[in-house]
């Protein structure tokens, strides 16, 4: 099936540092999600965005969906130990509204 | 509200078996979905169900593999016989449908790691 390209594929930074991440696709998305995953836990929401152009913030987190429809990014400011973990875009494709296509994740790691 | 419930958190089984996991959705929830998740291969729908009924199954890997619902407050996917390469940890999520159409939010349960040796 299709898959979102989600780059980088890991991050090592330190705490503090900010961190950016994002995800594309050849095709046109209705919806732009961003989970989290922490080791052996499901994926958590962290932003939803619904319109092309959208910014949307979520404490430290930032989400746009891109206004081409193909693309998202995701920052993260001023990282903590906390962040540590599998970040992952999703999305909705045009045309199927009821099934979300993942990226293949960010592996982030932050060091004190 | 408990969130997604599966069950079993780990299990491990022989080549063979039957190997059978569970999923309670959130209460409300009219969508219910069965993802496959591995190193190689990432995040994976499997099935999904509206209302109970199967939407689409083409993510099934083979006829080894089943899911049913057969009320909104429960499903189960099956694998008999089970391989190792199903080796994987499956997440149950639900959702119901936003506002907005095609906005289906979905929420994961803990998932059930699954090893067959």
């Known amino acids: 099936g299709q898959q979102l390209n989600q780059s980088p594929q890991s991050m090592f930074i330190q705490e503090g540092e900010d961190v950016s991440m994002n995800c594309t696709s050849s095709?046109?998305?209705?919806?732009w999600l961003w989970y989290k995953q922490d080791p052996g836990e499901g994926p958590v929401l962290l932003i939803a965005l619904y319109k092309a152009g959208e910014l949307t913030s979520n404490g430290r987190l930032t989400a746009q969906f891109g206004i081409t429809r193909k693309d998202s990014f995701l920052n993260i400011s001023a990282s903590i130990p906390s962040d540590v973990g599998i970040y992952f875009c999703a999305g909705h494709p045009t045309g199927t509204a009821s099934k979300l296509t993942f990226g293949t994740g960010t592996r982030l790691q932050v060091t004190l | 509200d408990a969130g997604v419930i599966q069950s079993p958190r780990h299990e491990v089984t022989e080549m063979g078996q039957e190997v059978t996991l569970r999923c309670k959705p959130i209460s409300g929830h009219d969508y219910l979905f069965w993802y496959r998740q591995t190193m190689m291969r990432g995040l994976e729908l499997l099935i999904y169900f509206n209302n109970n009924v199967p939407i689409d199954d083409s993510g099934m890997p083979e006829d080894r593999f089943s899911a049913k619902m057969p009320n909104a407050s429960f499903s189960t996917l099956k694998i008999q016989p089970s391989e190792p390469r199903d080796s994987a940890v499956y997440f149950c999520a639900s959702s119901f449908e936003q506002g907005v159409p095609g906005a289906n939010v979905l929420t994961f349960g803990a998932g059930s790691r699954l090893t067959v040796l």
């Open positions: 095709s046109i998305f209705n919806t």
